[in-house]
T-cell receptor, first 109, second 115 residues
Framework: GQNIDQPTEMTATEGAIVQINCTYQ??????LFWYQQHAGEAPTFLSY??LDGLEEKGRFSSFLSRSKGYSYLLLKELQMKDSASYLC??????????WGAGTKLIIKP | ETGVTQTPRHLVMGMTNKKSLKCEQH?????MYWYKQSAKKPLELMFV???????ENNSVPSRFSPECPNSSHLFLHLHTLQPEDSALYLC??????????????FGAGSRLTVL
């Protein structure tokens, strides 16, 4: 079956760096997405990777290794507003999105 | 108004009630989606409409009935629901259902509680 694994919850300190991992098993692969969802709000798009490597976007970076079925989201200089759930999703050979259950990130002062 | 708007934001209904969730997008997207989000579970795709035609129905019980009257509006009609249907229902829109990034824009969701 198809599956996305990511940690349920992580805690980090304001100003620090945190890496949220995501492993995927899909029938074919057509890209990997990261979304951010604050409590009670809509998920919002953060990044899309389809080729191996690191994509940097300000304080947030996303990495993909297709051979390992692995991605991570790296958040630098953490701010309290980064407290949210981070959703990983992979697109399979039928262009269907397979979602992980999300990682709740708690930022402490 | 821009983005994806969902109403109502909160809904409490009994198992014998009939209610509807509404979604509206003003982004010019041609695909619209209904997802179910339950705590600590992956998003579950329920329905997909592309160019106002239903292109996907993921074995959703018939007590959920979607309607897409035009490319900007999407409804989810609810009747004789069960307590296990209590969840956050998210609407999303996108520019296509195939190749490429096709980033989804989500609404804030309708929190449904079935008593």
């Amino acid at each position: 079956g198809q599956n996305i694994d990511q940690p349920t919850e992580m805690t980090a300190t304001e100003g620090a760096i945190v890496q949220i991992n995501c492993t995927y098993q899909t029938s074919g692969f057509n890209g990997l997405f990261w979304y951010q969802q604050h409590a009670g709000e809509a998920p919002t798009f953060l990044s899309y990777n389809v080729l191996d490597g690191l994509e940097e976007k300000g304080r947030f970076s996303s990495f993909l290794s297709r051979s390992k079925g692995y991605s991570y989201l790296l958040l630098k200089e953490l701010q309290m507003k980064d407290s949210a759930s981070y959703l990983c999703a992979a697109k399979d050979s039928n262009y269907q999105l397979i979602w992980g259950a999300g990682t709740k990130l708690i930022i402490k002062p | 108004e821009t983005g994806v708007t969902q109403t109502p934001r909160h809904l409490v209904m009994g198992m014998t009630n009939k209610k509807s969730l509404k979604c509206e997008q003003h982004l010019g997207h041609n695909a619209m989606y209904w997802y179910k989000q339950s705590a600590k579970k992956p998003l579950e795709l329920m329905f997909v409409y592309s160019l106002e035609e239903r292109v996907e129905n993921n074995s959703v019980p018939s007590r959920f009935s979607p309607e897409c009257p035009n490319s900007s509006h999407l409804f989810l009609h609810l009747h004789t629901l069960q307590p296990e249907d209590s969840a956050l229902y998210l609407c999303a829109s996108g520019s296509g259902t195939g190749t490429g990034a096709n980033v989804l824009t989500f609404g804030a969701g309708s929190r449904l509680t079935v008593l």
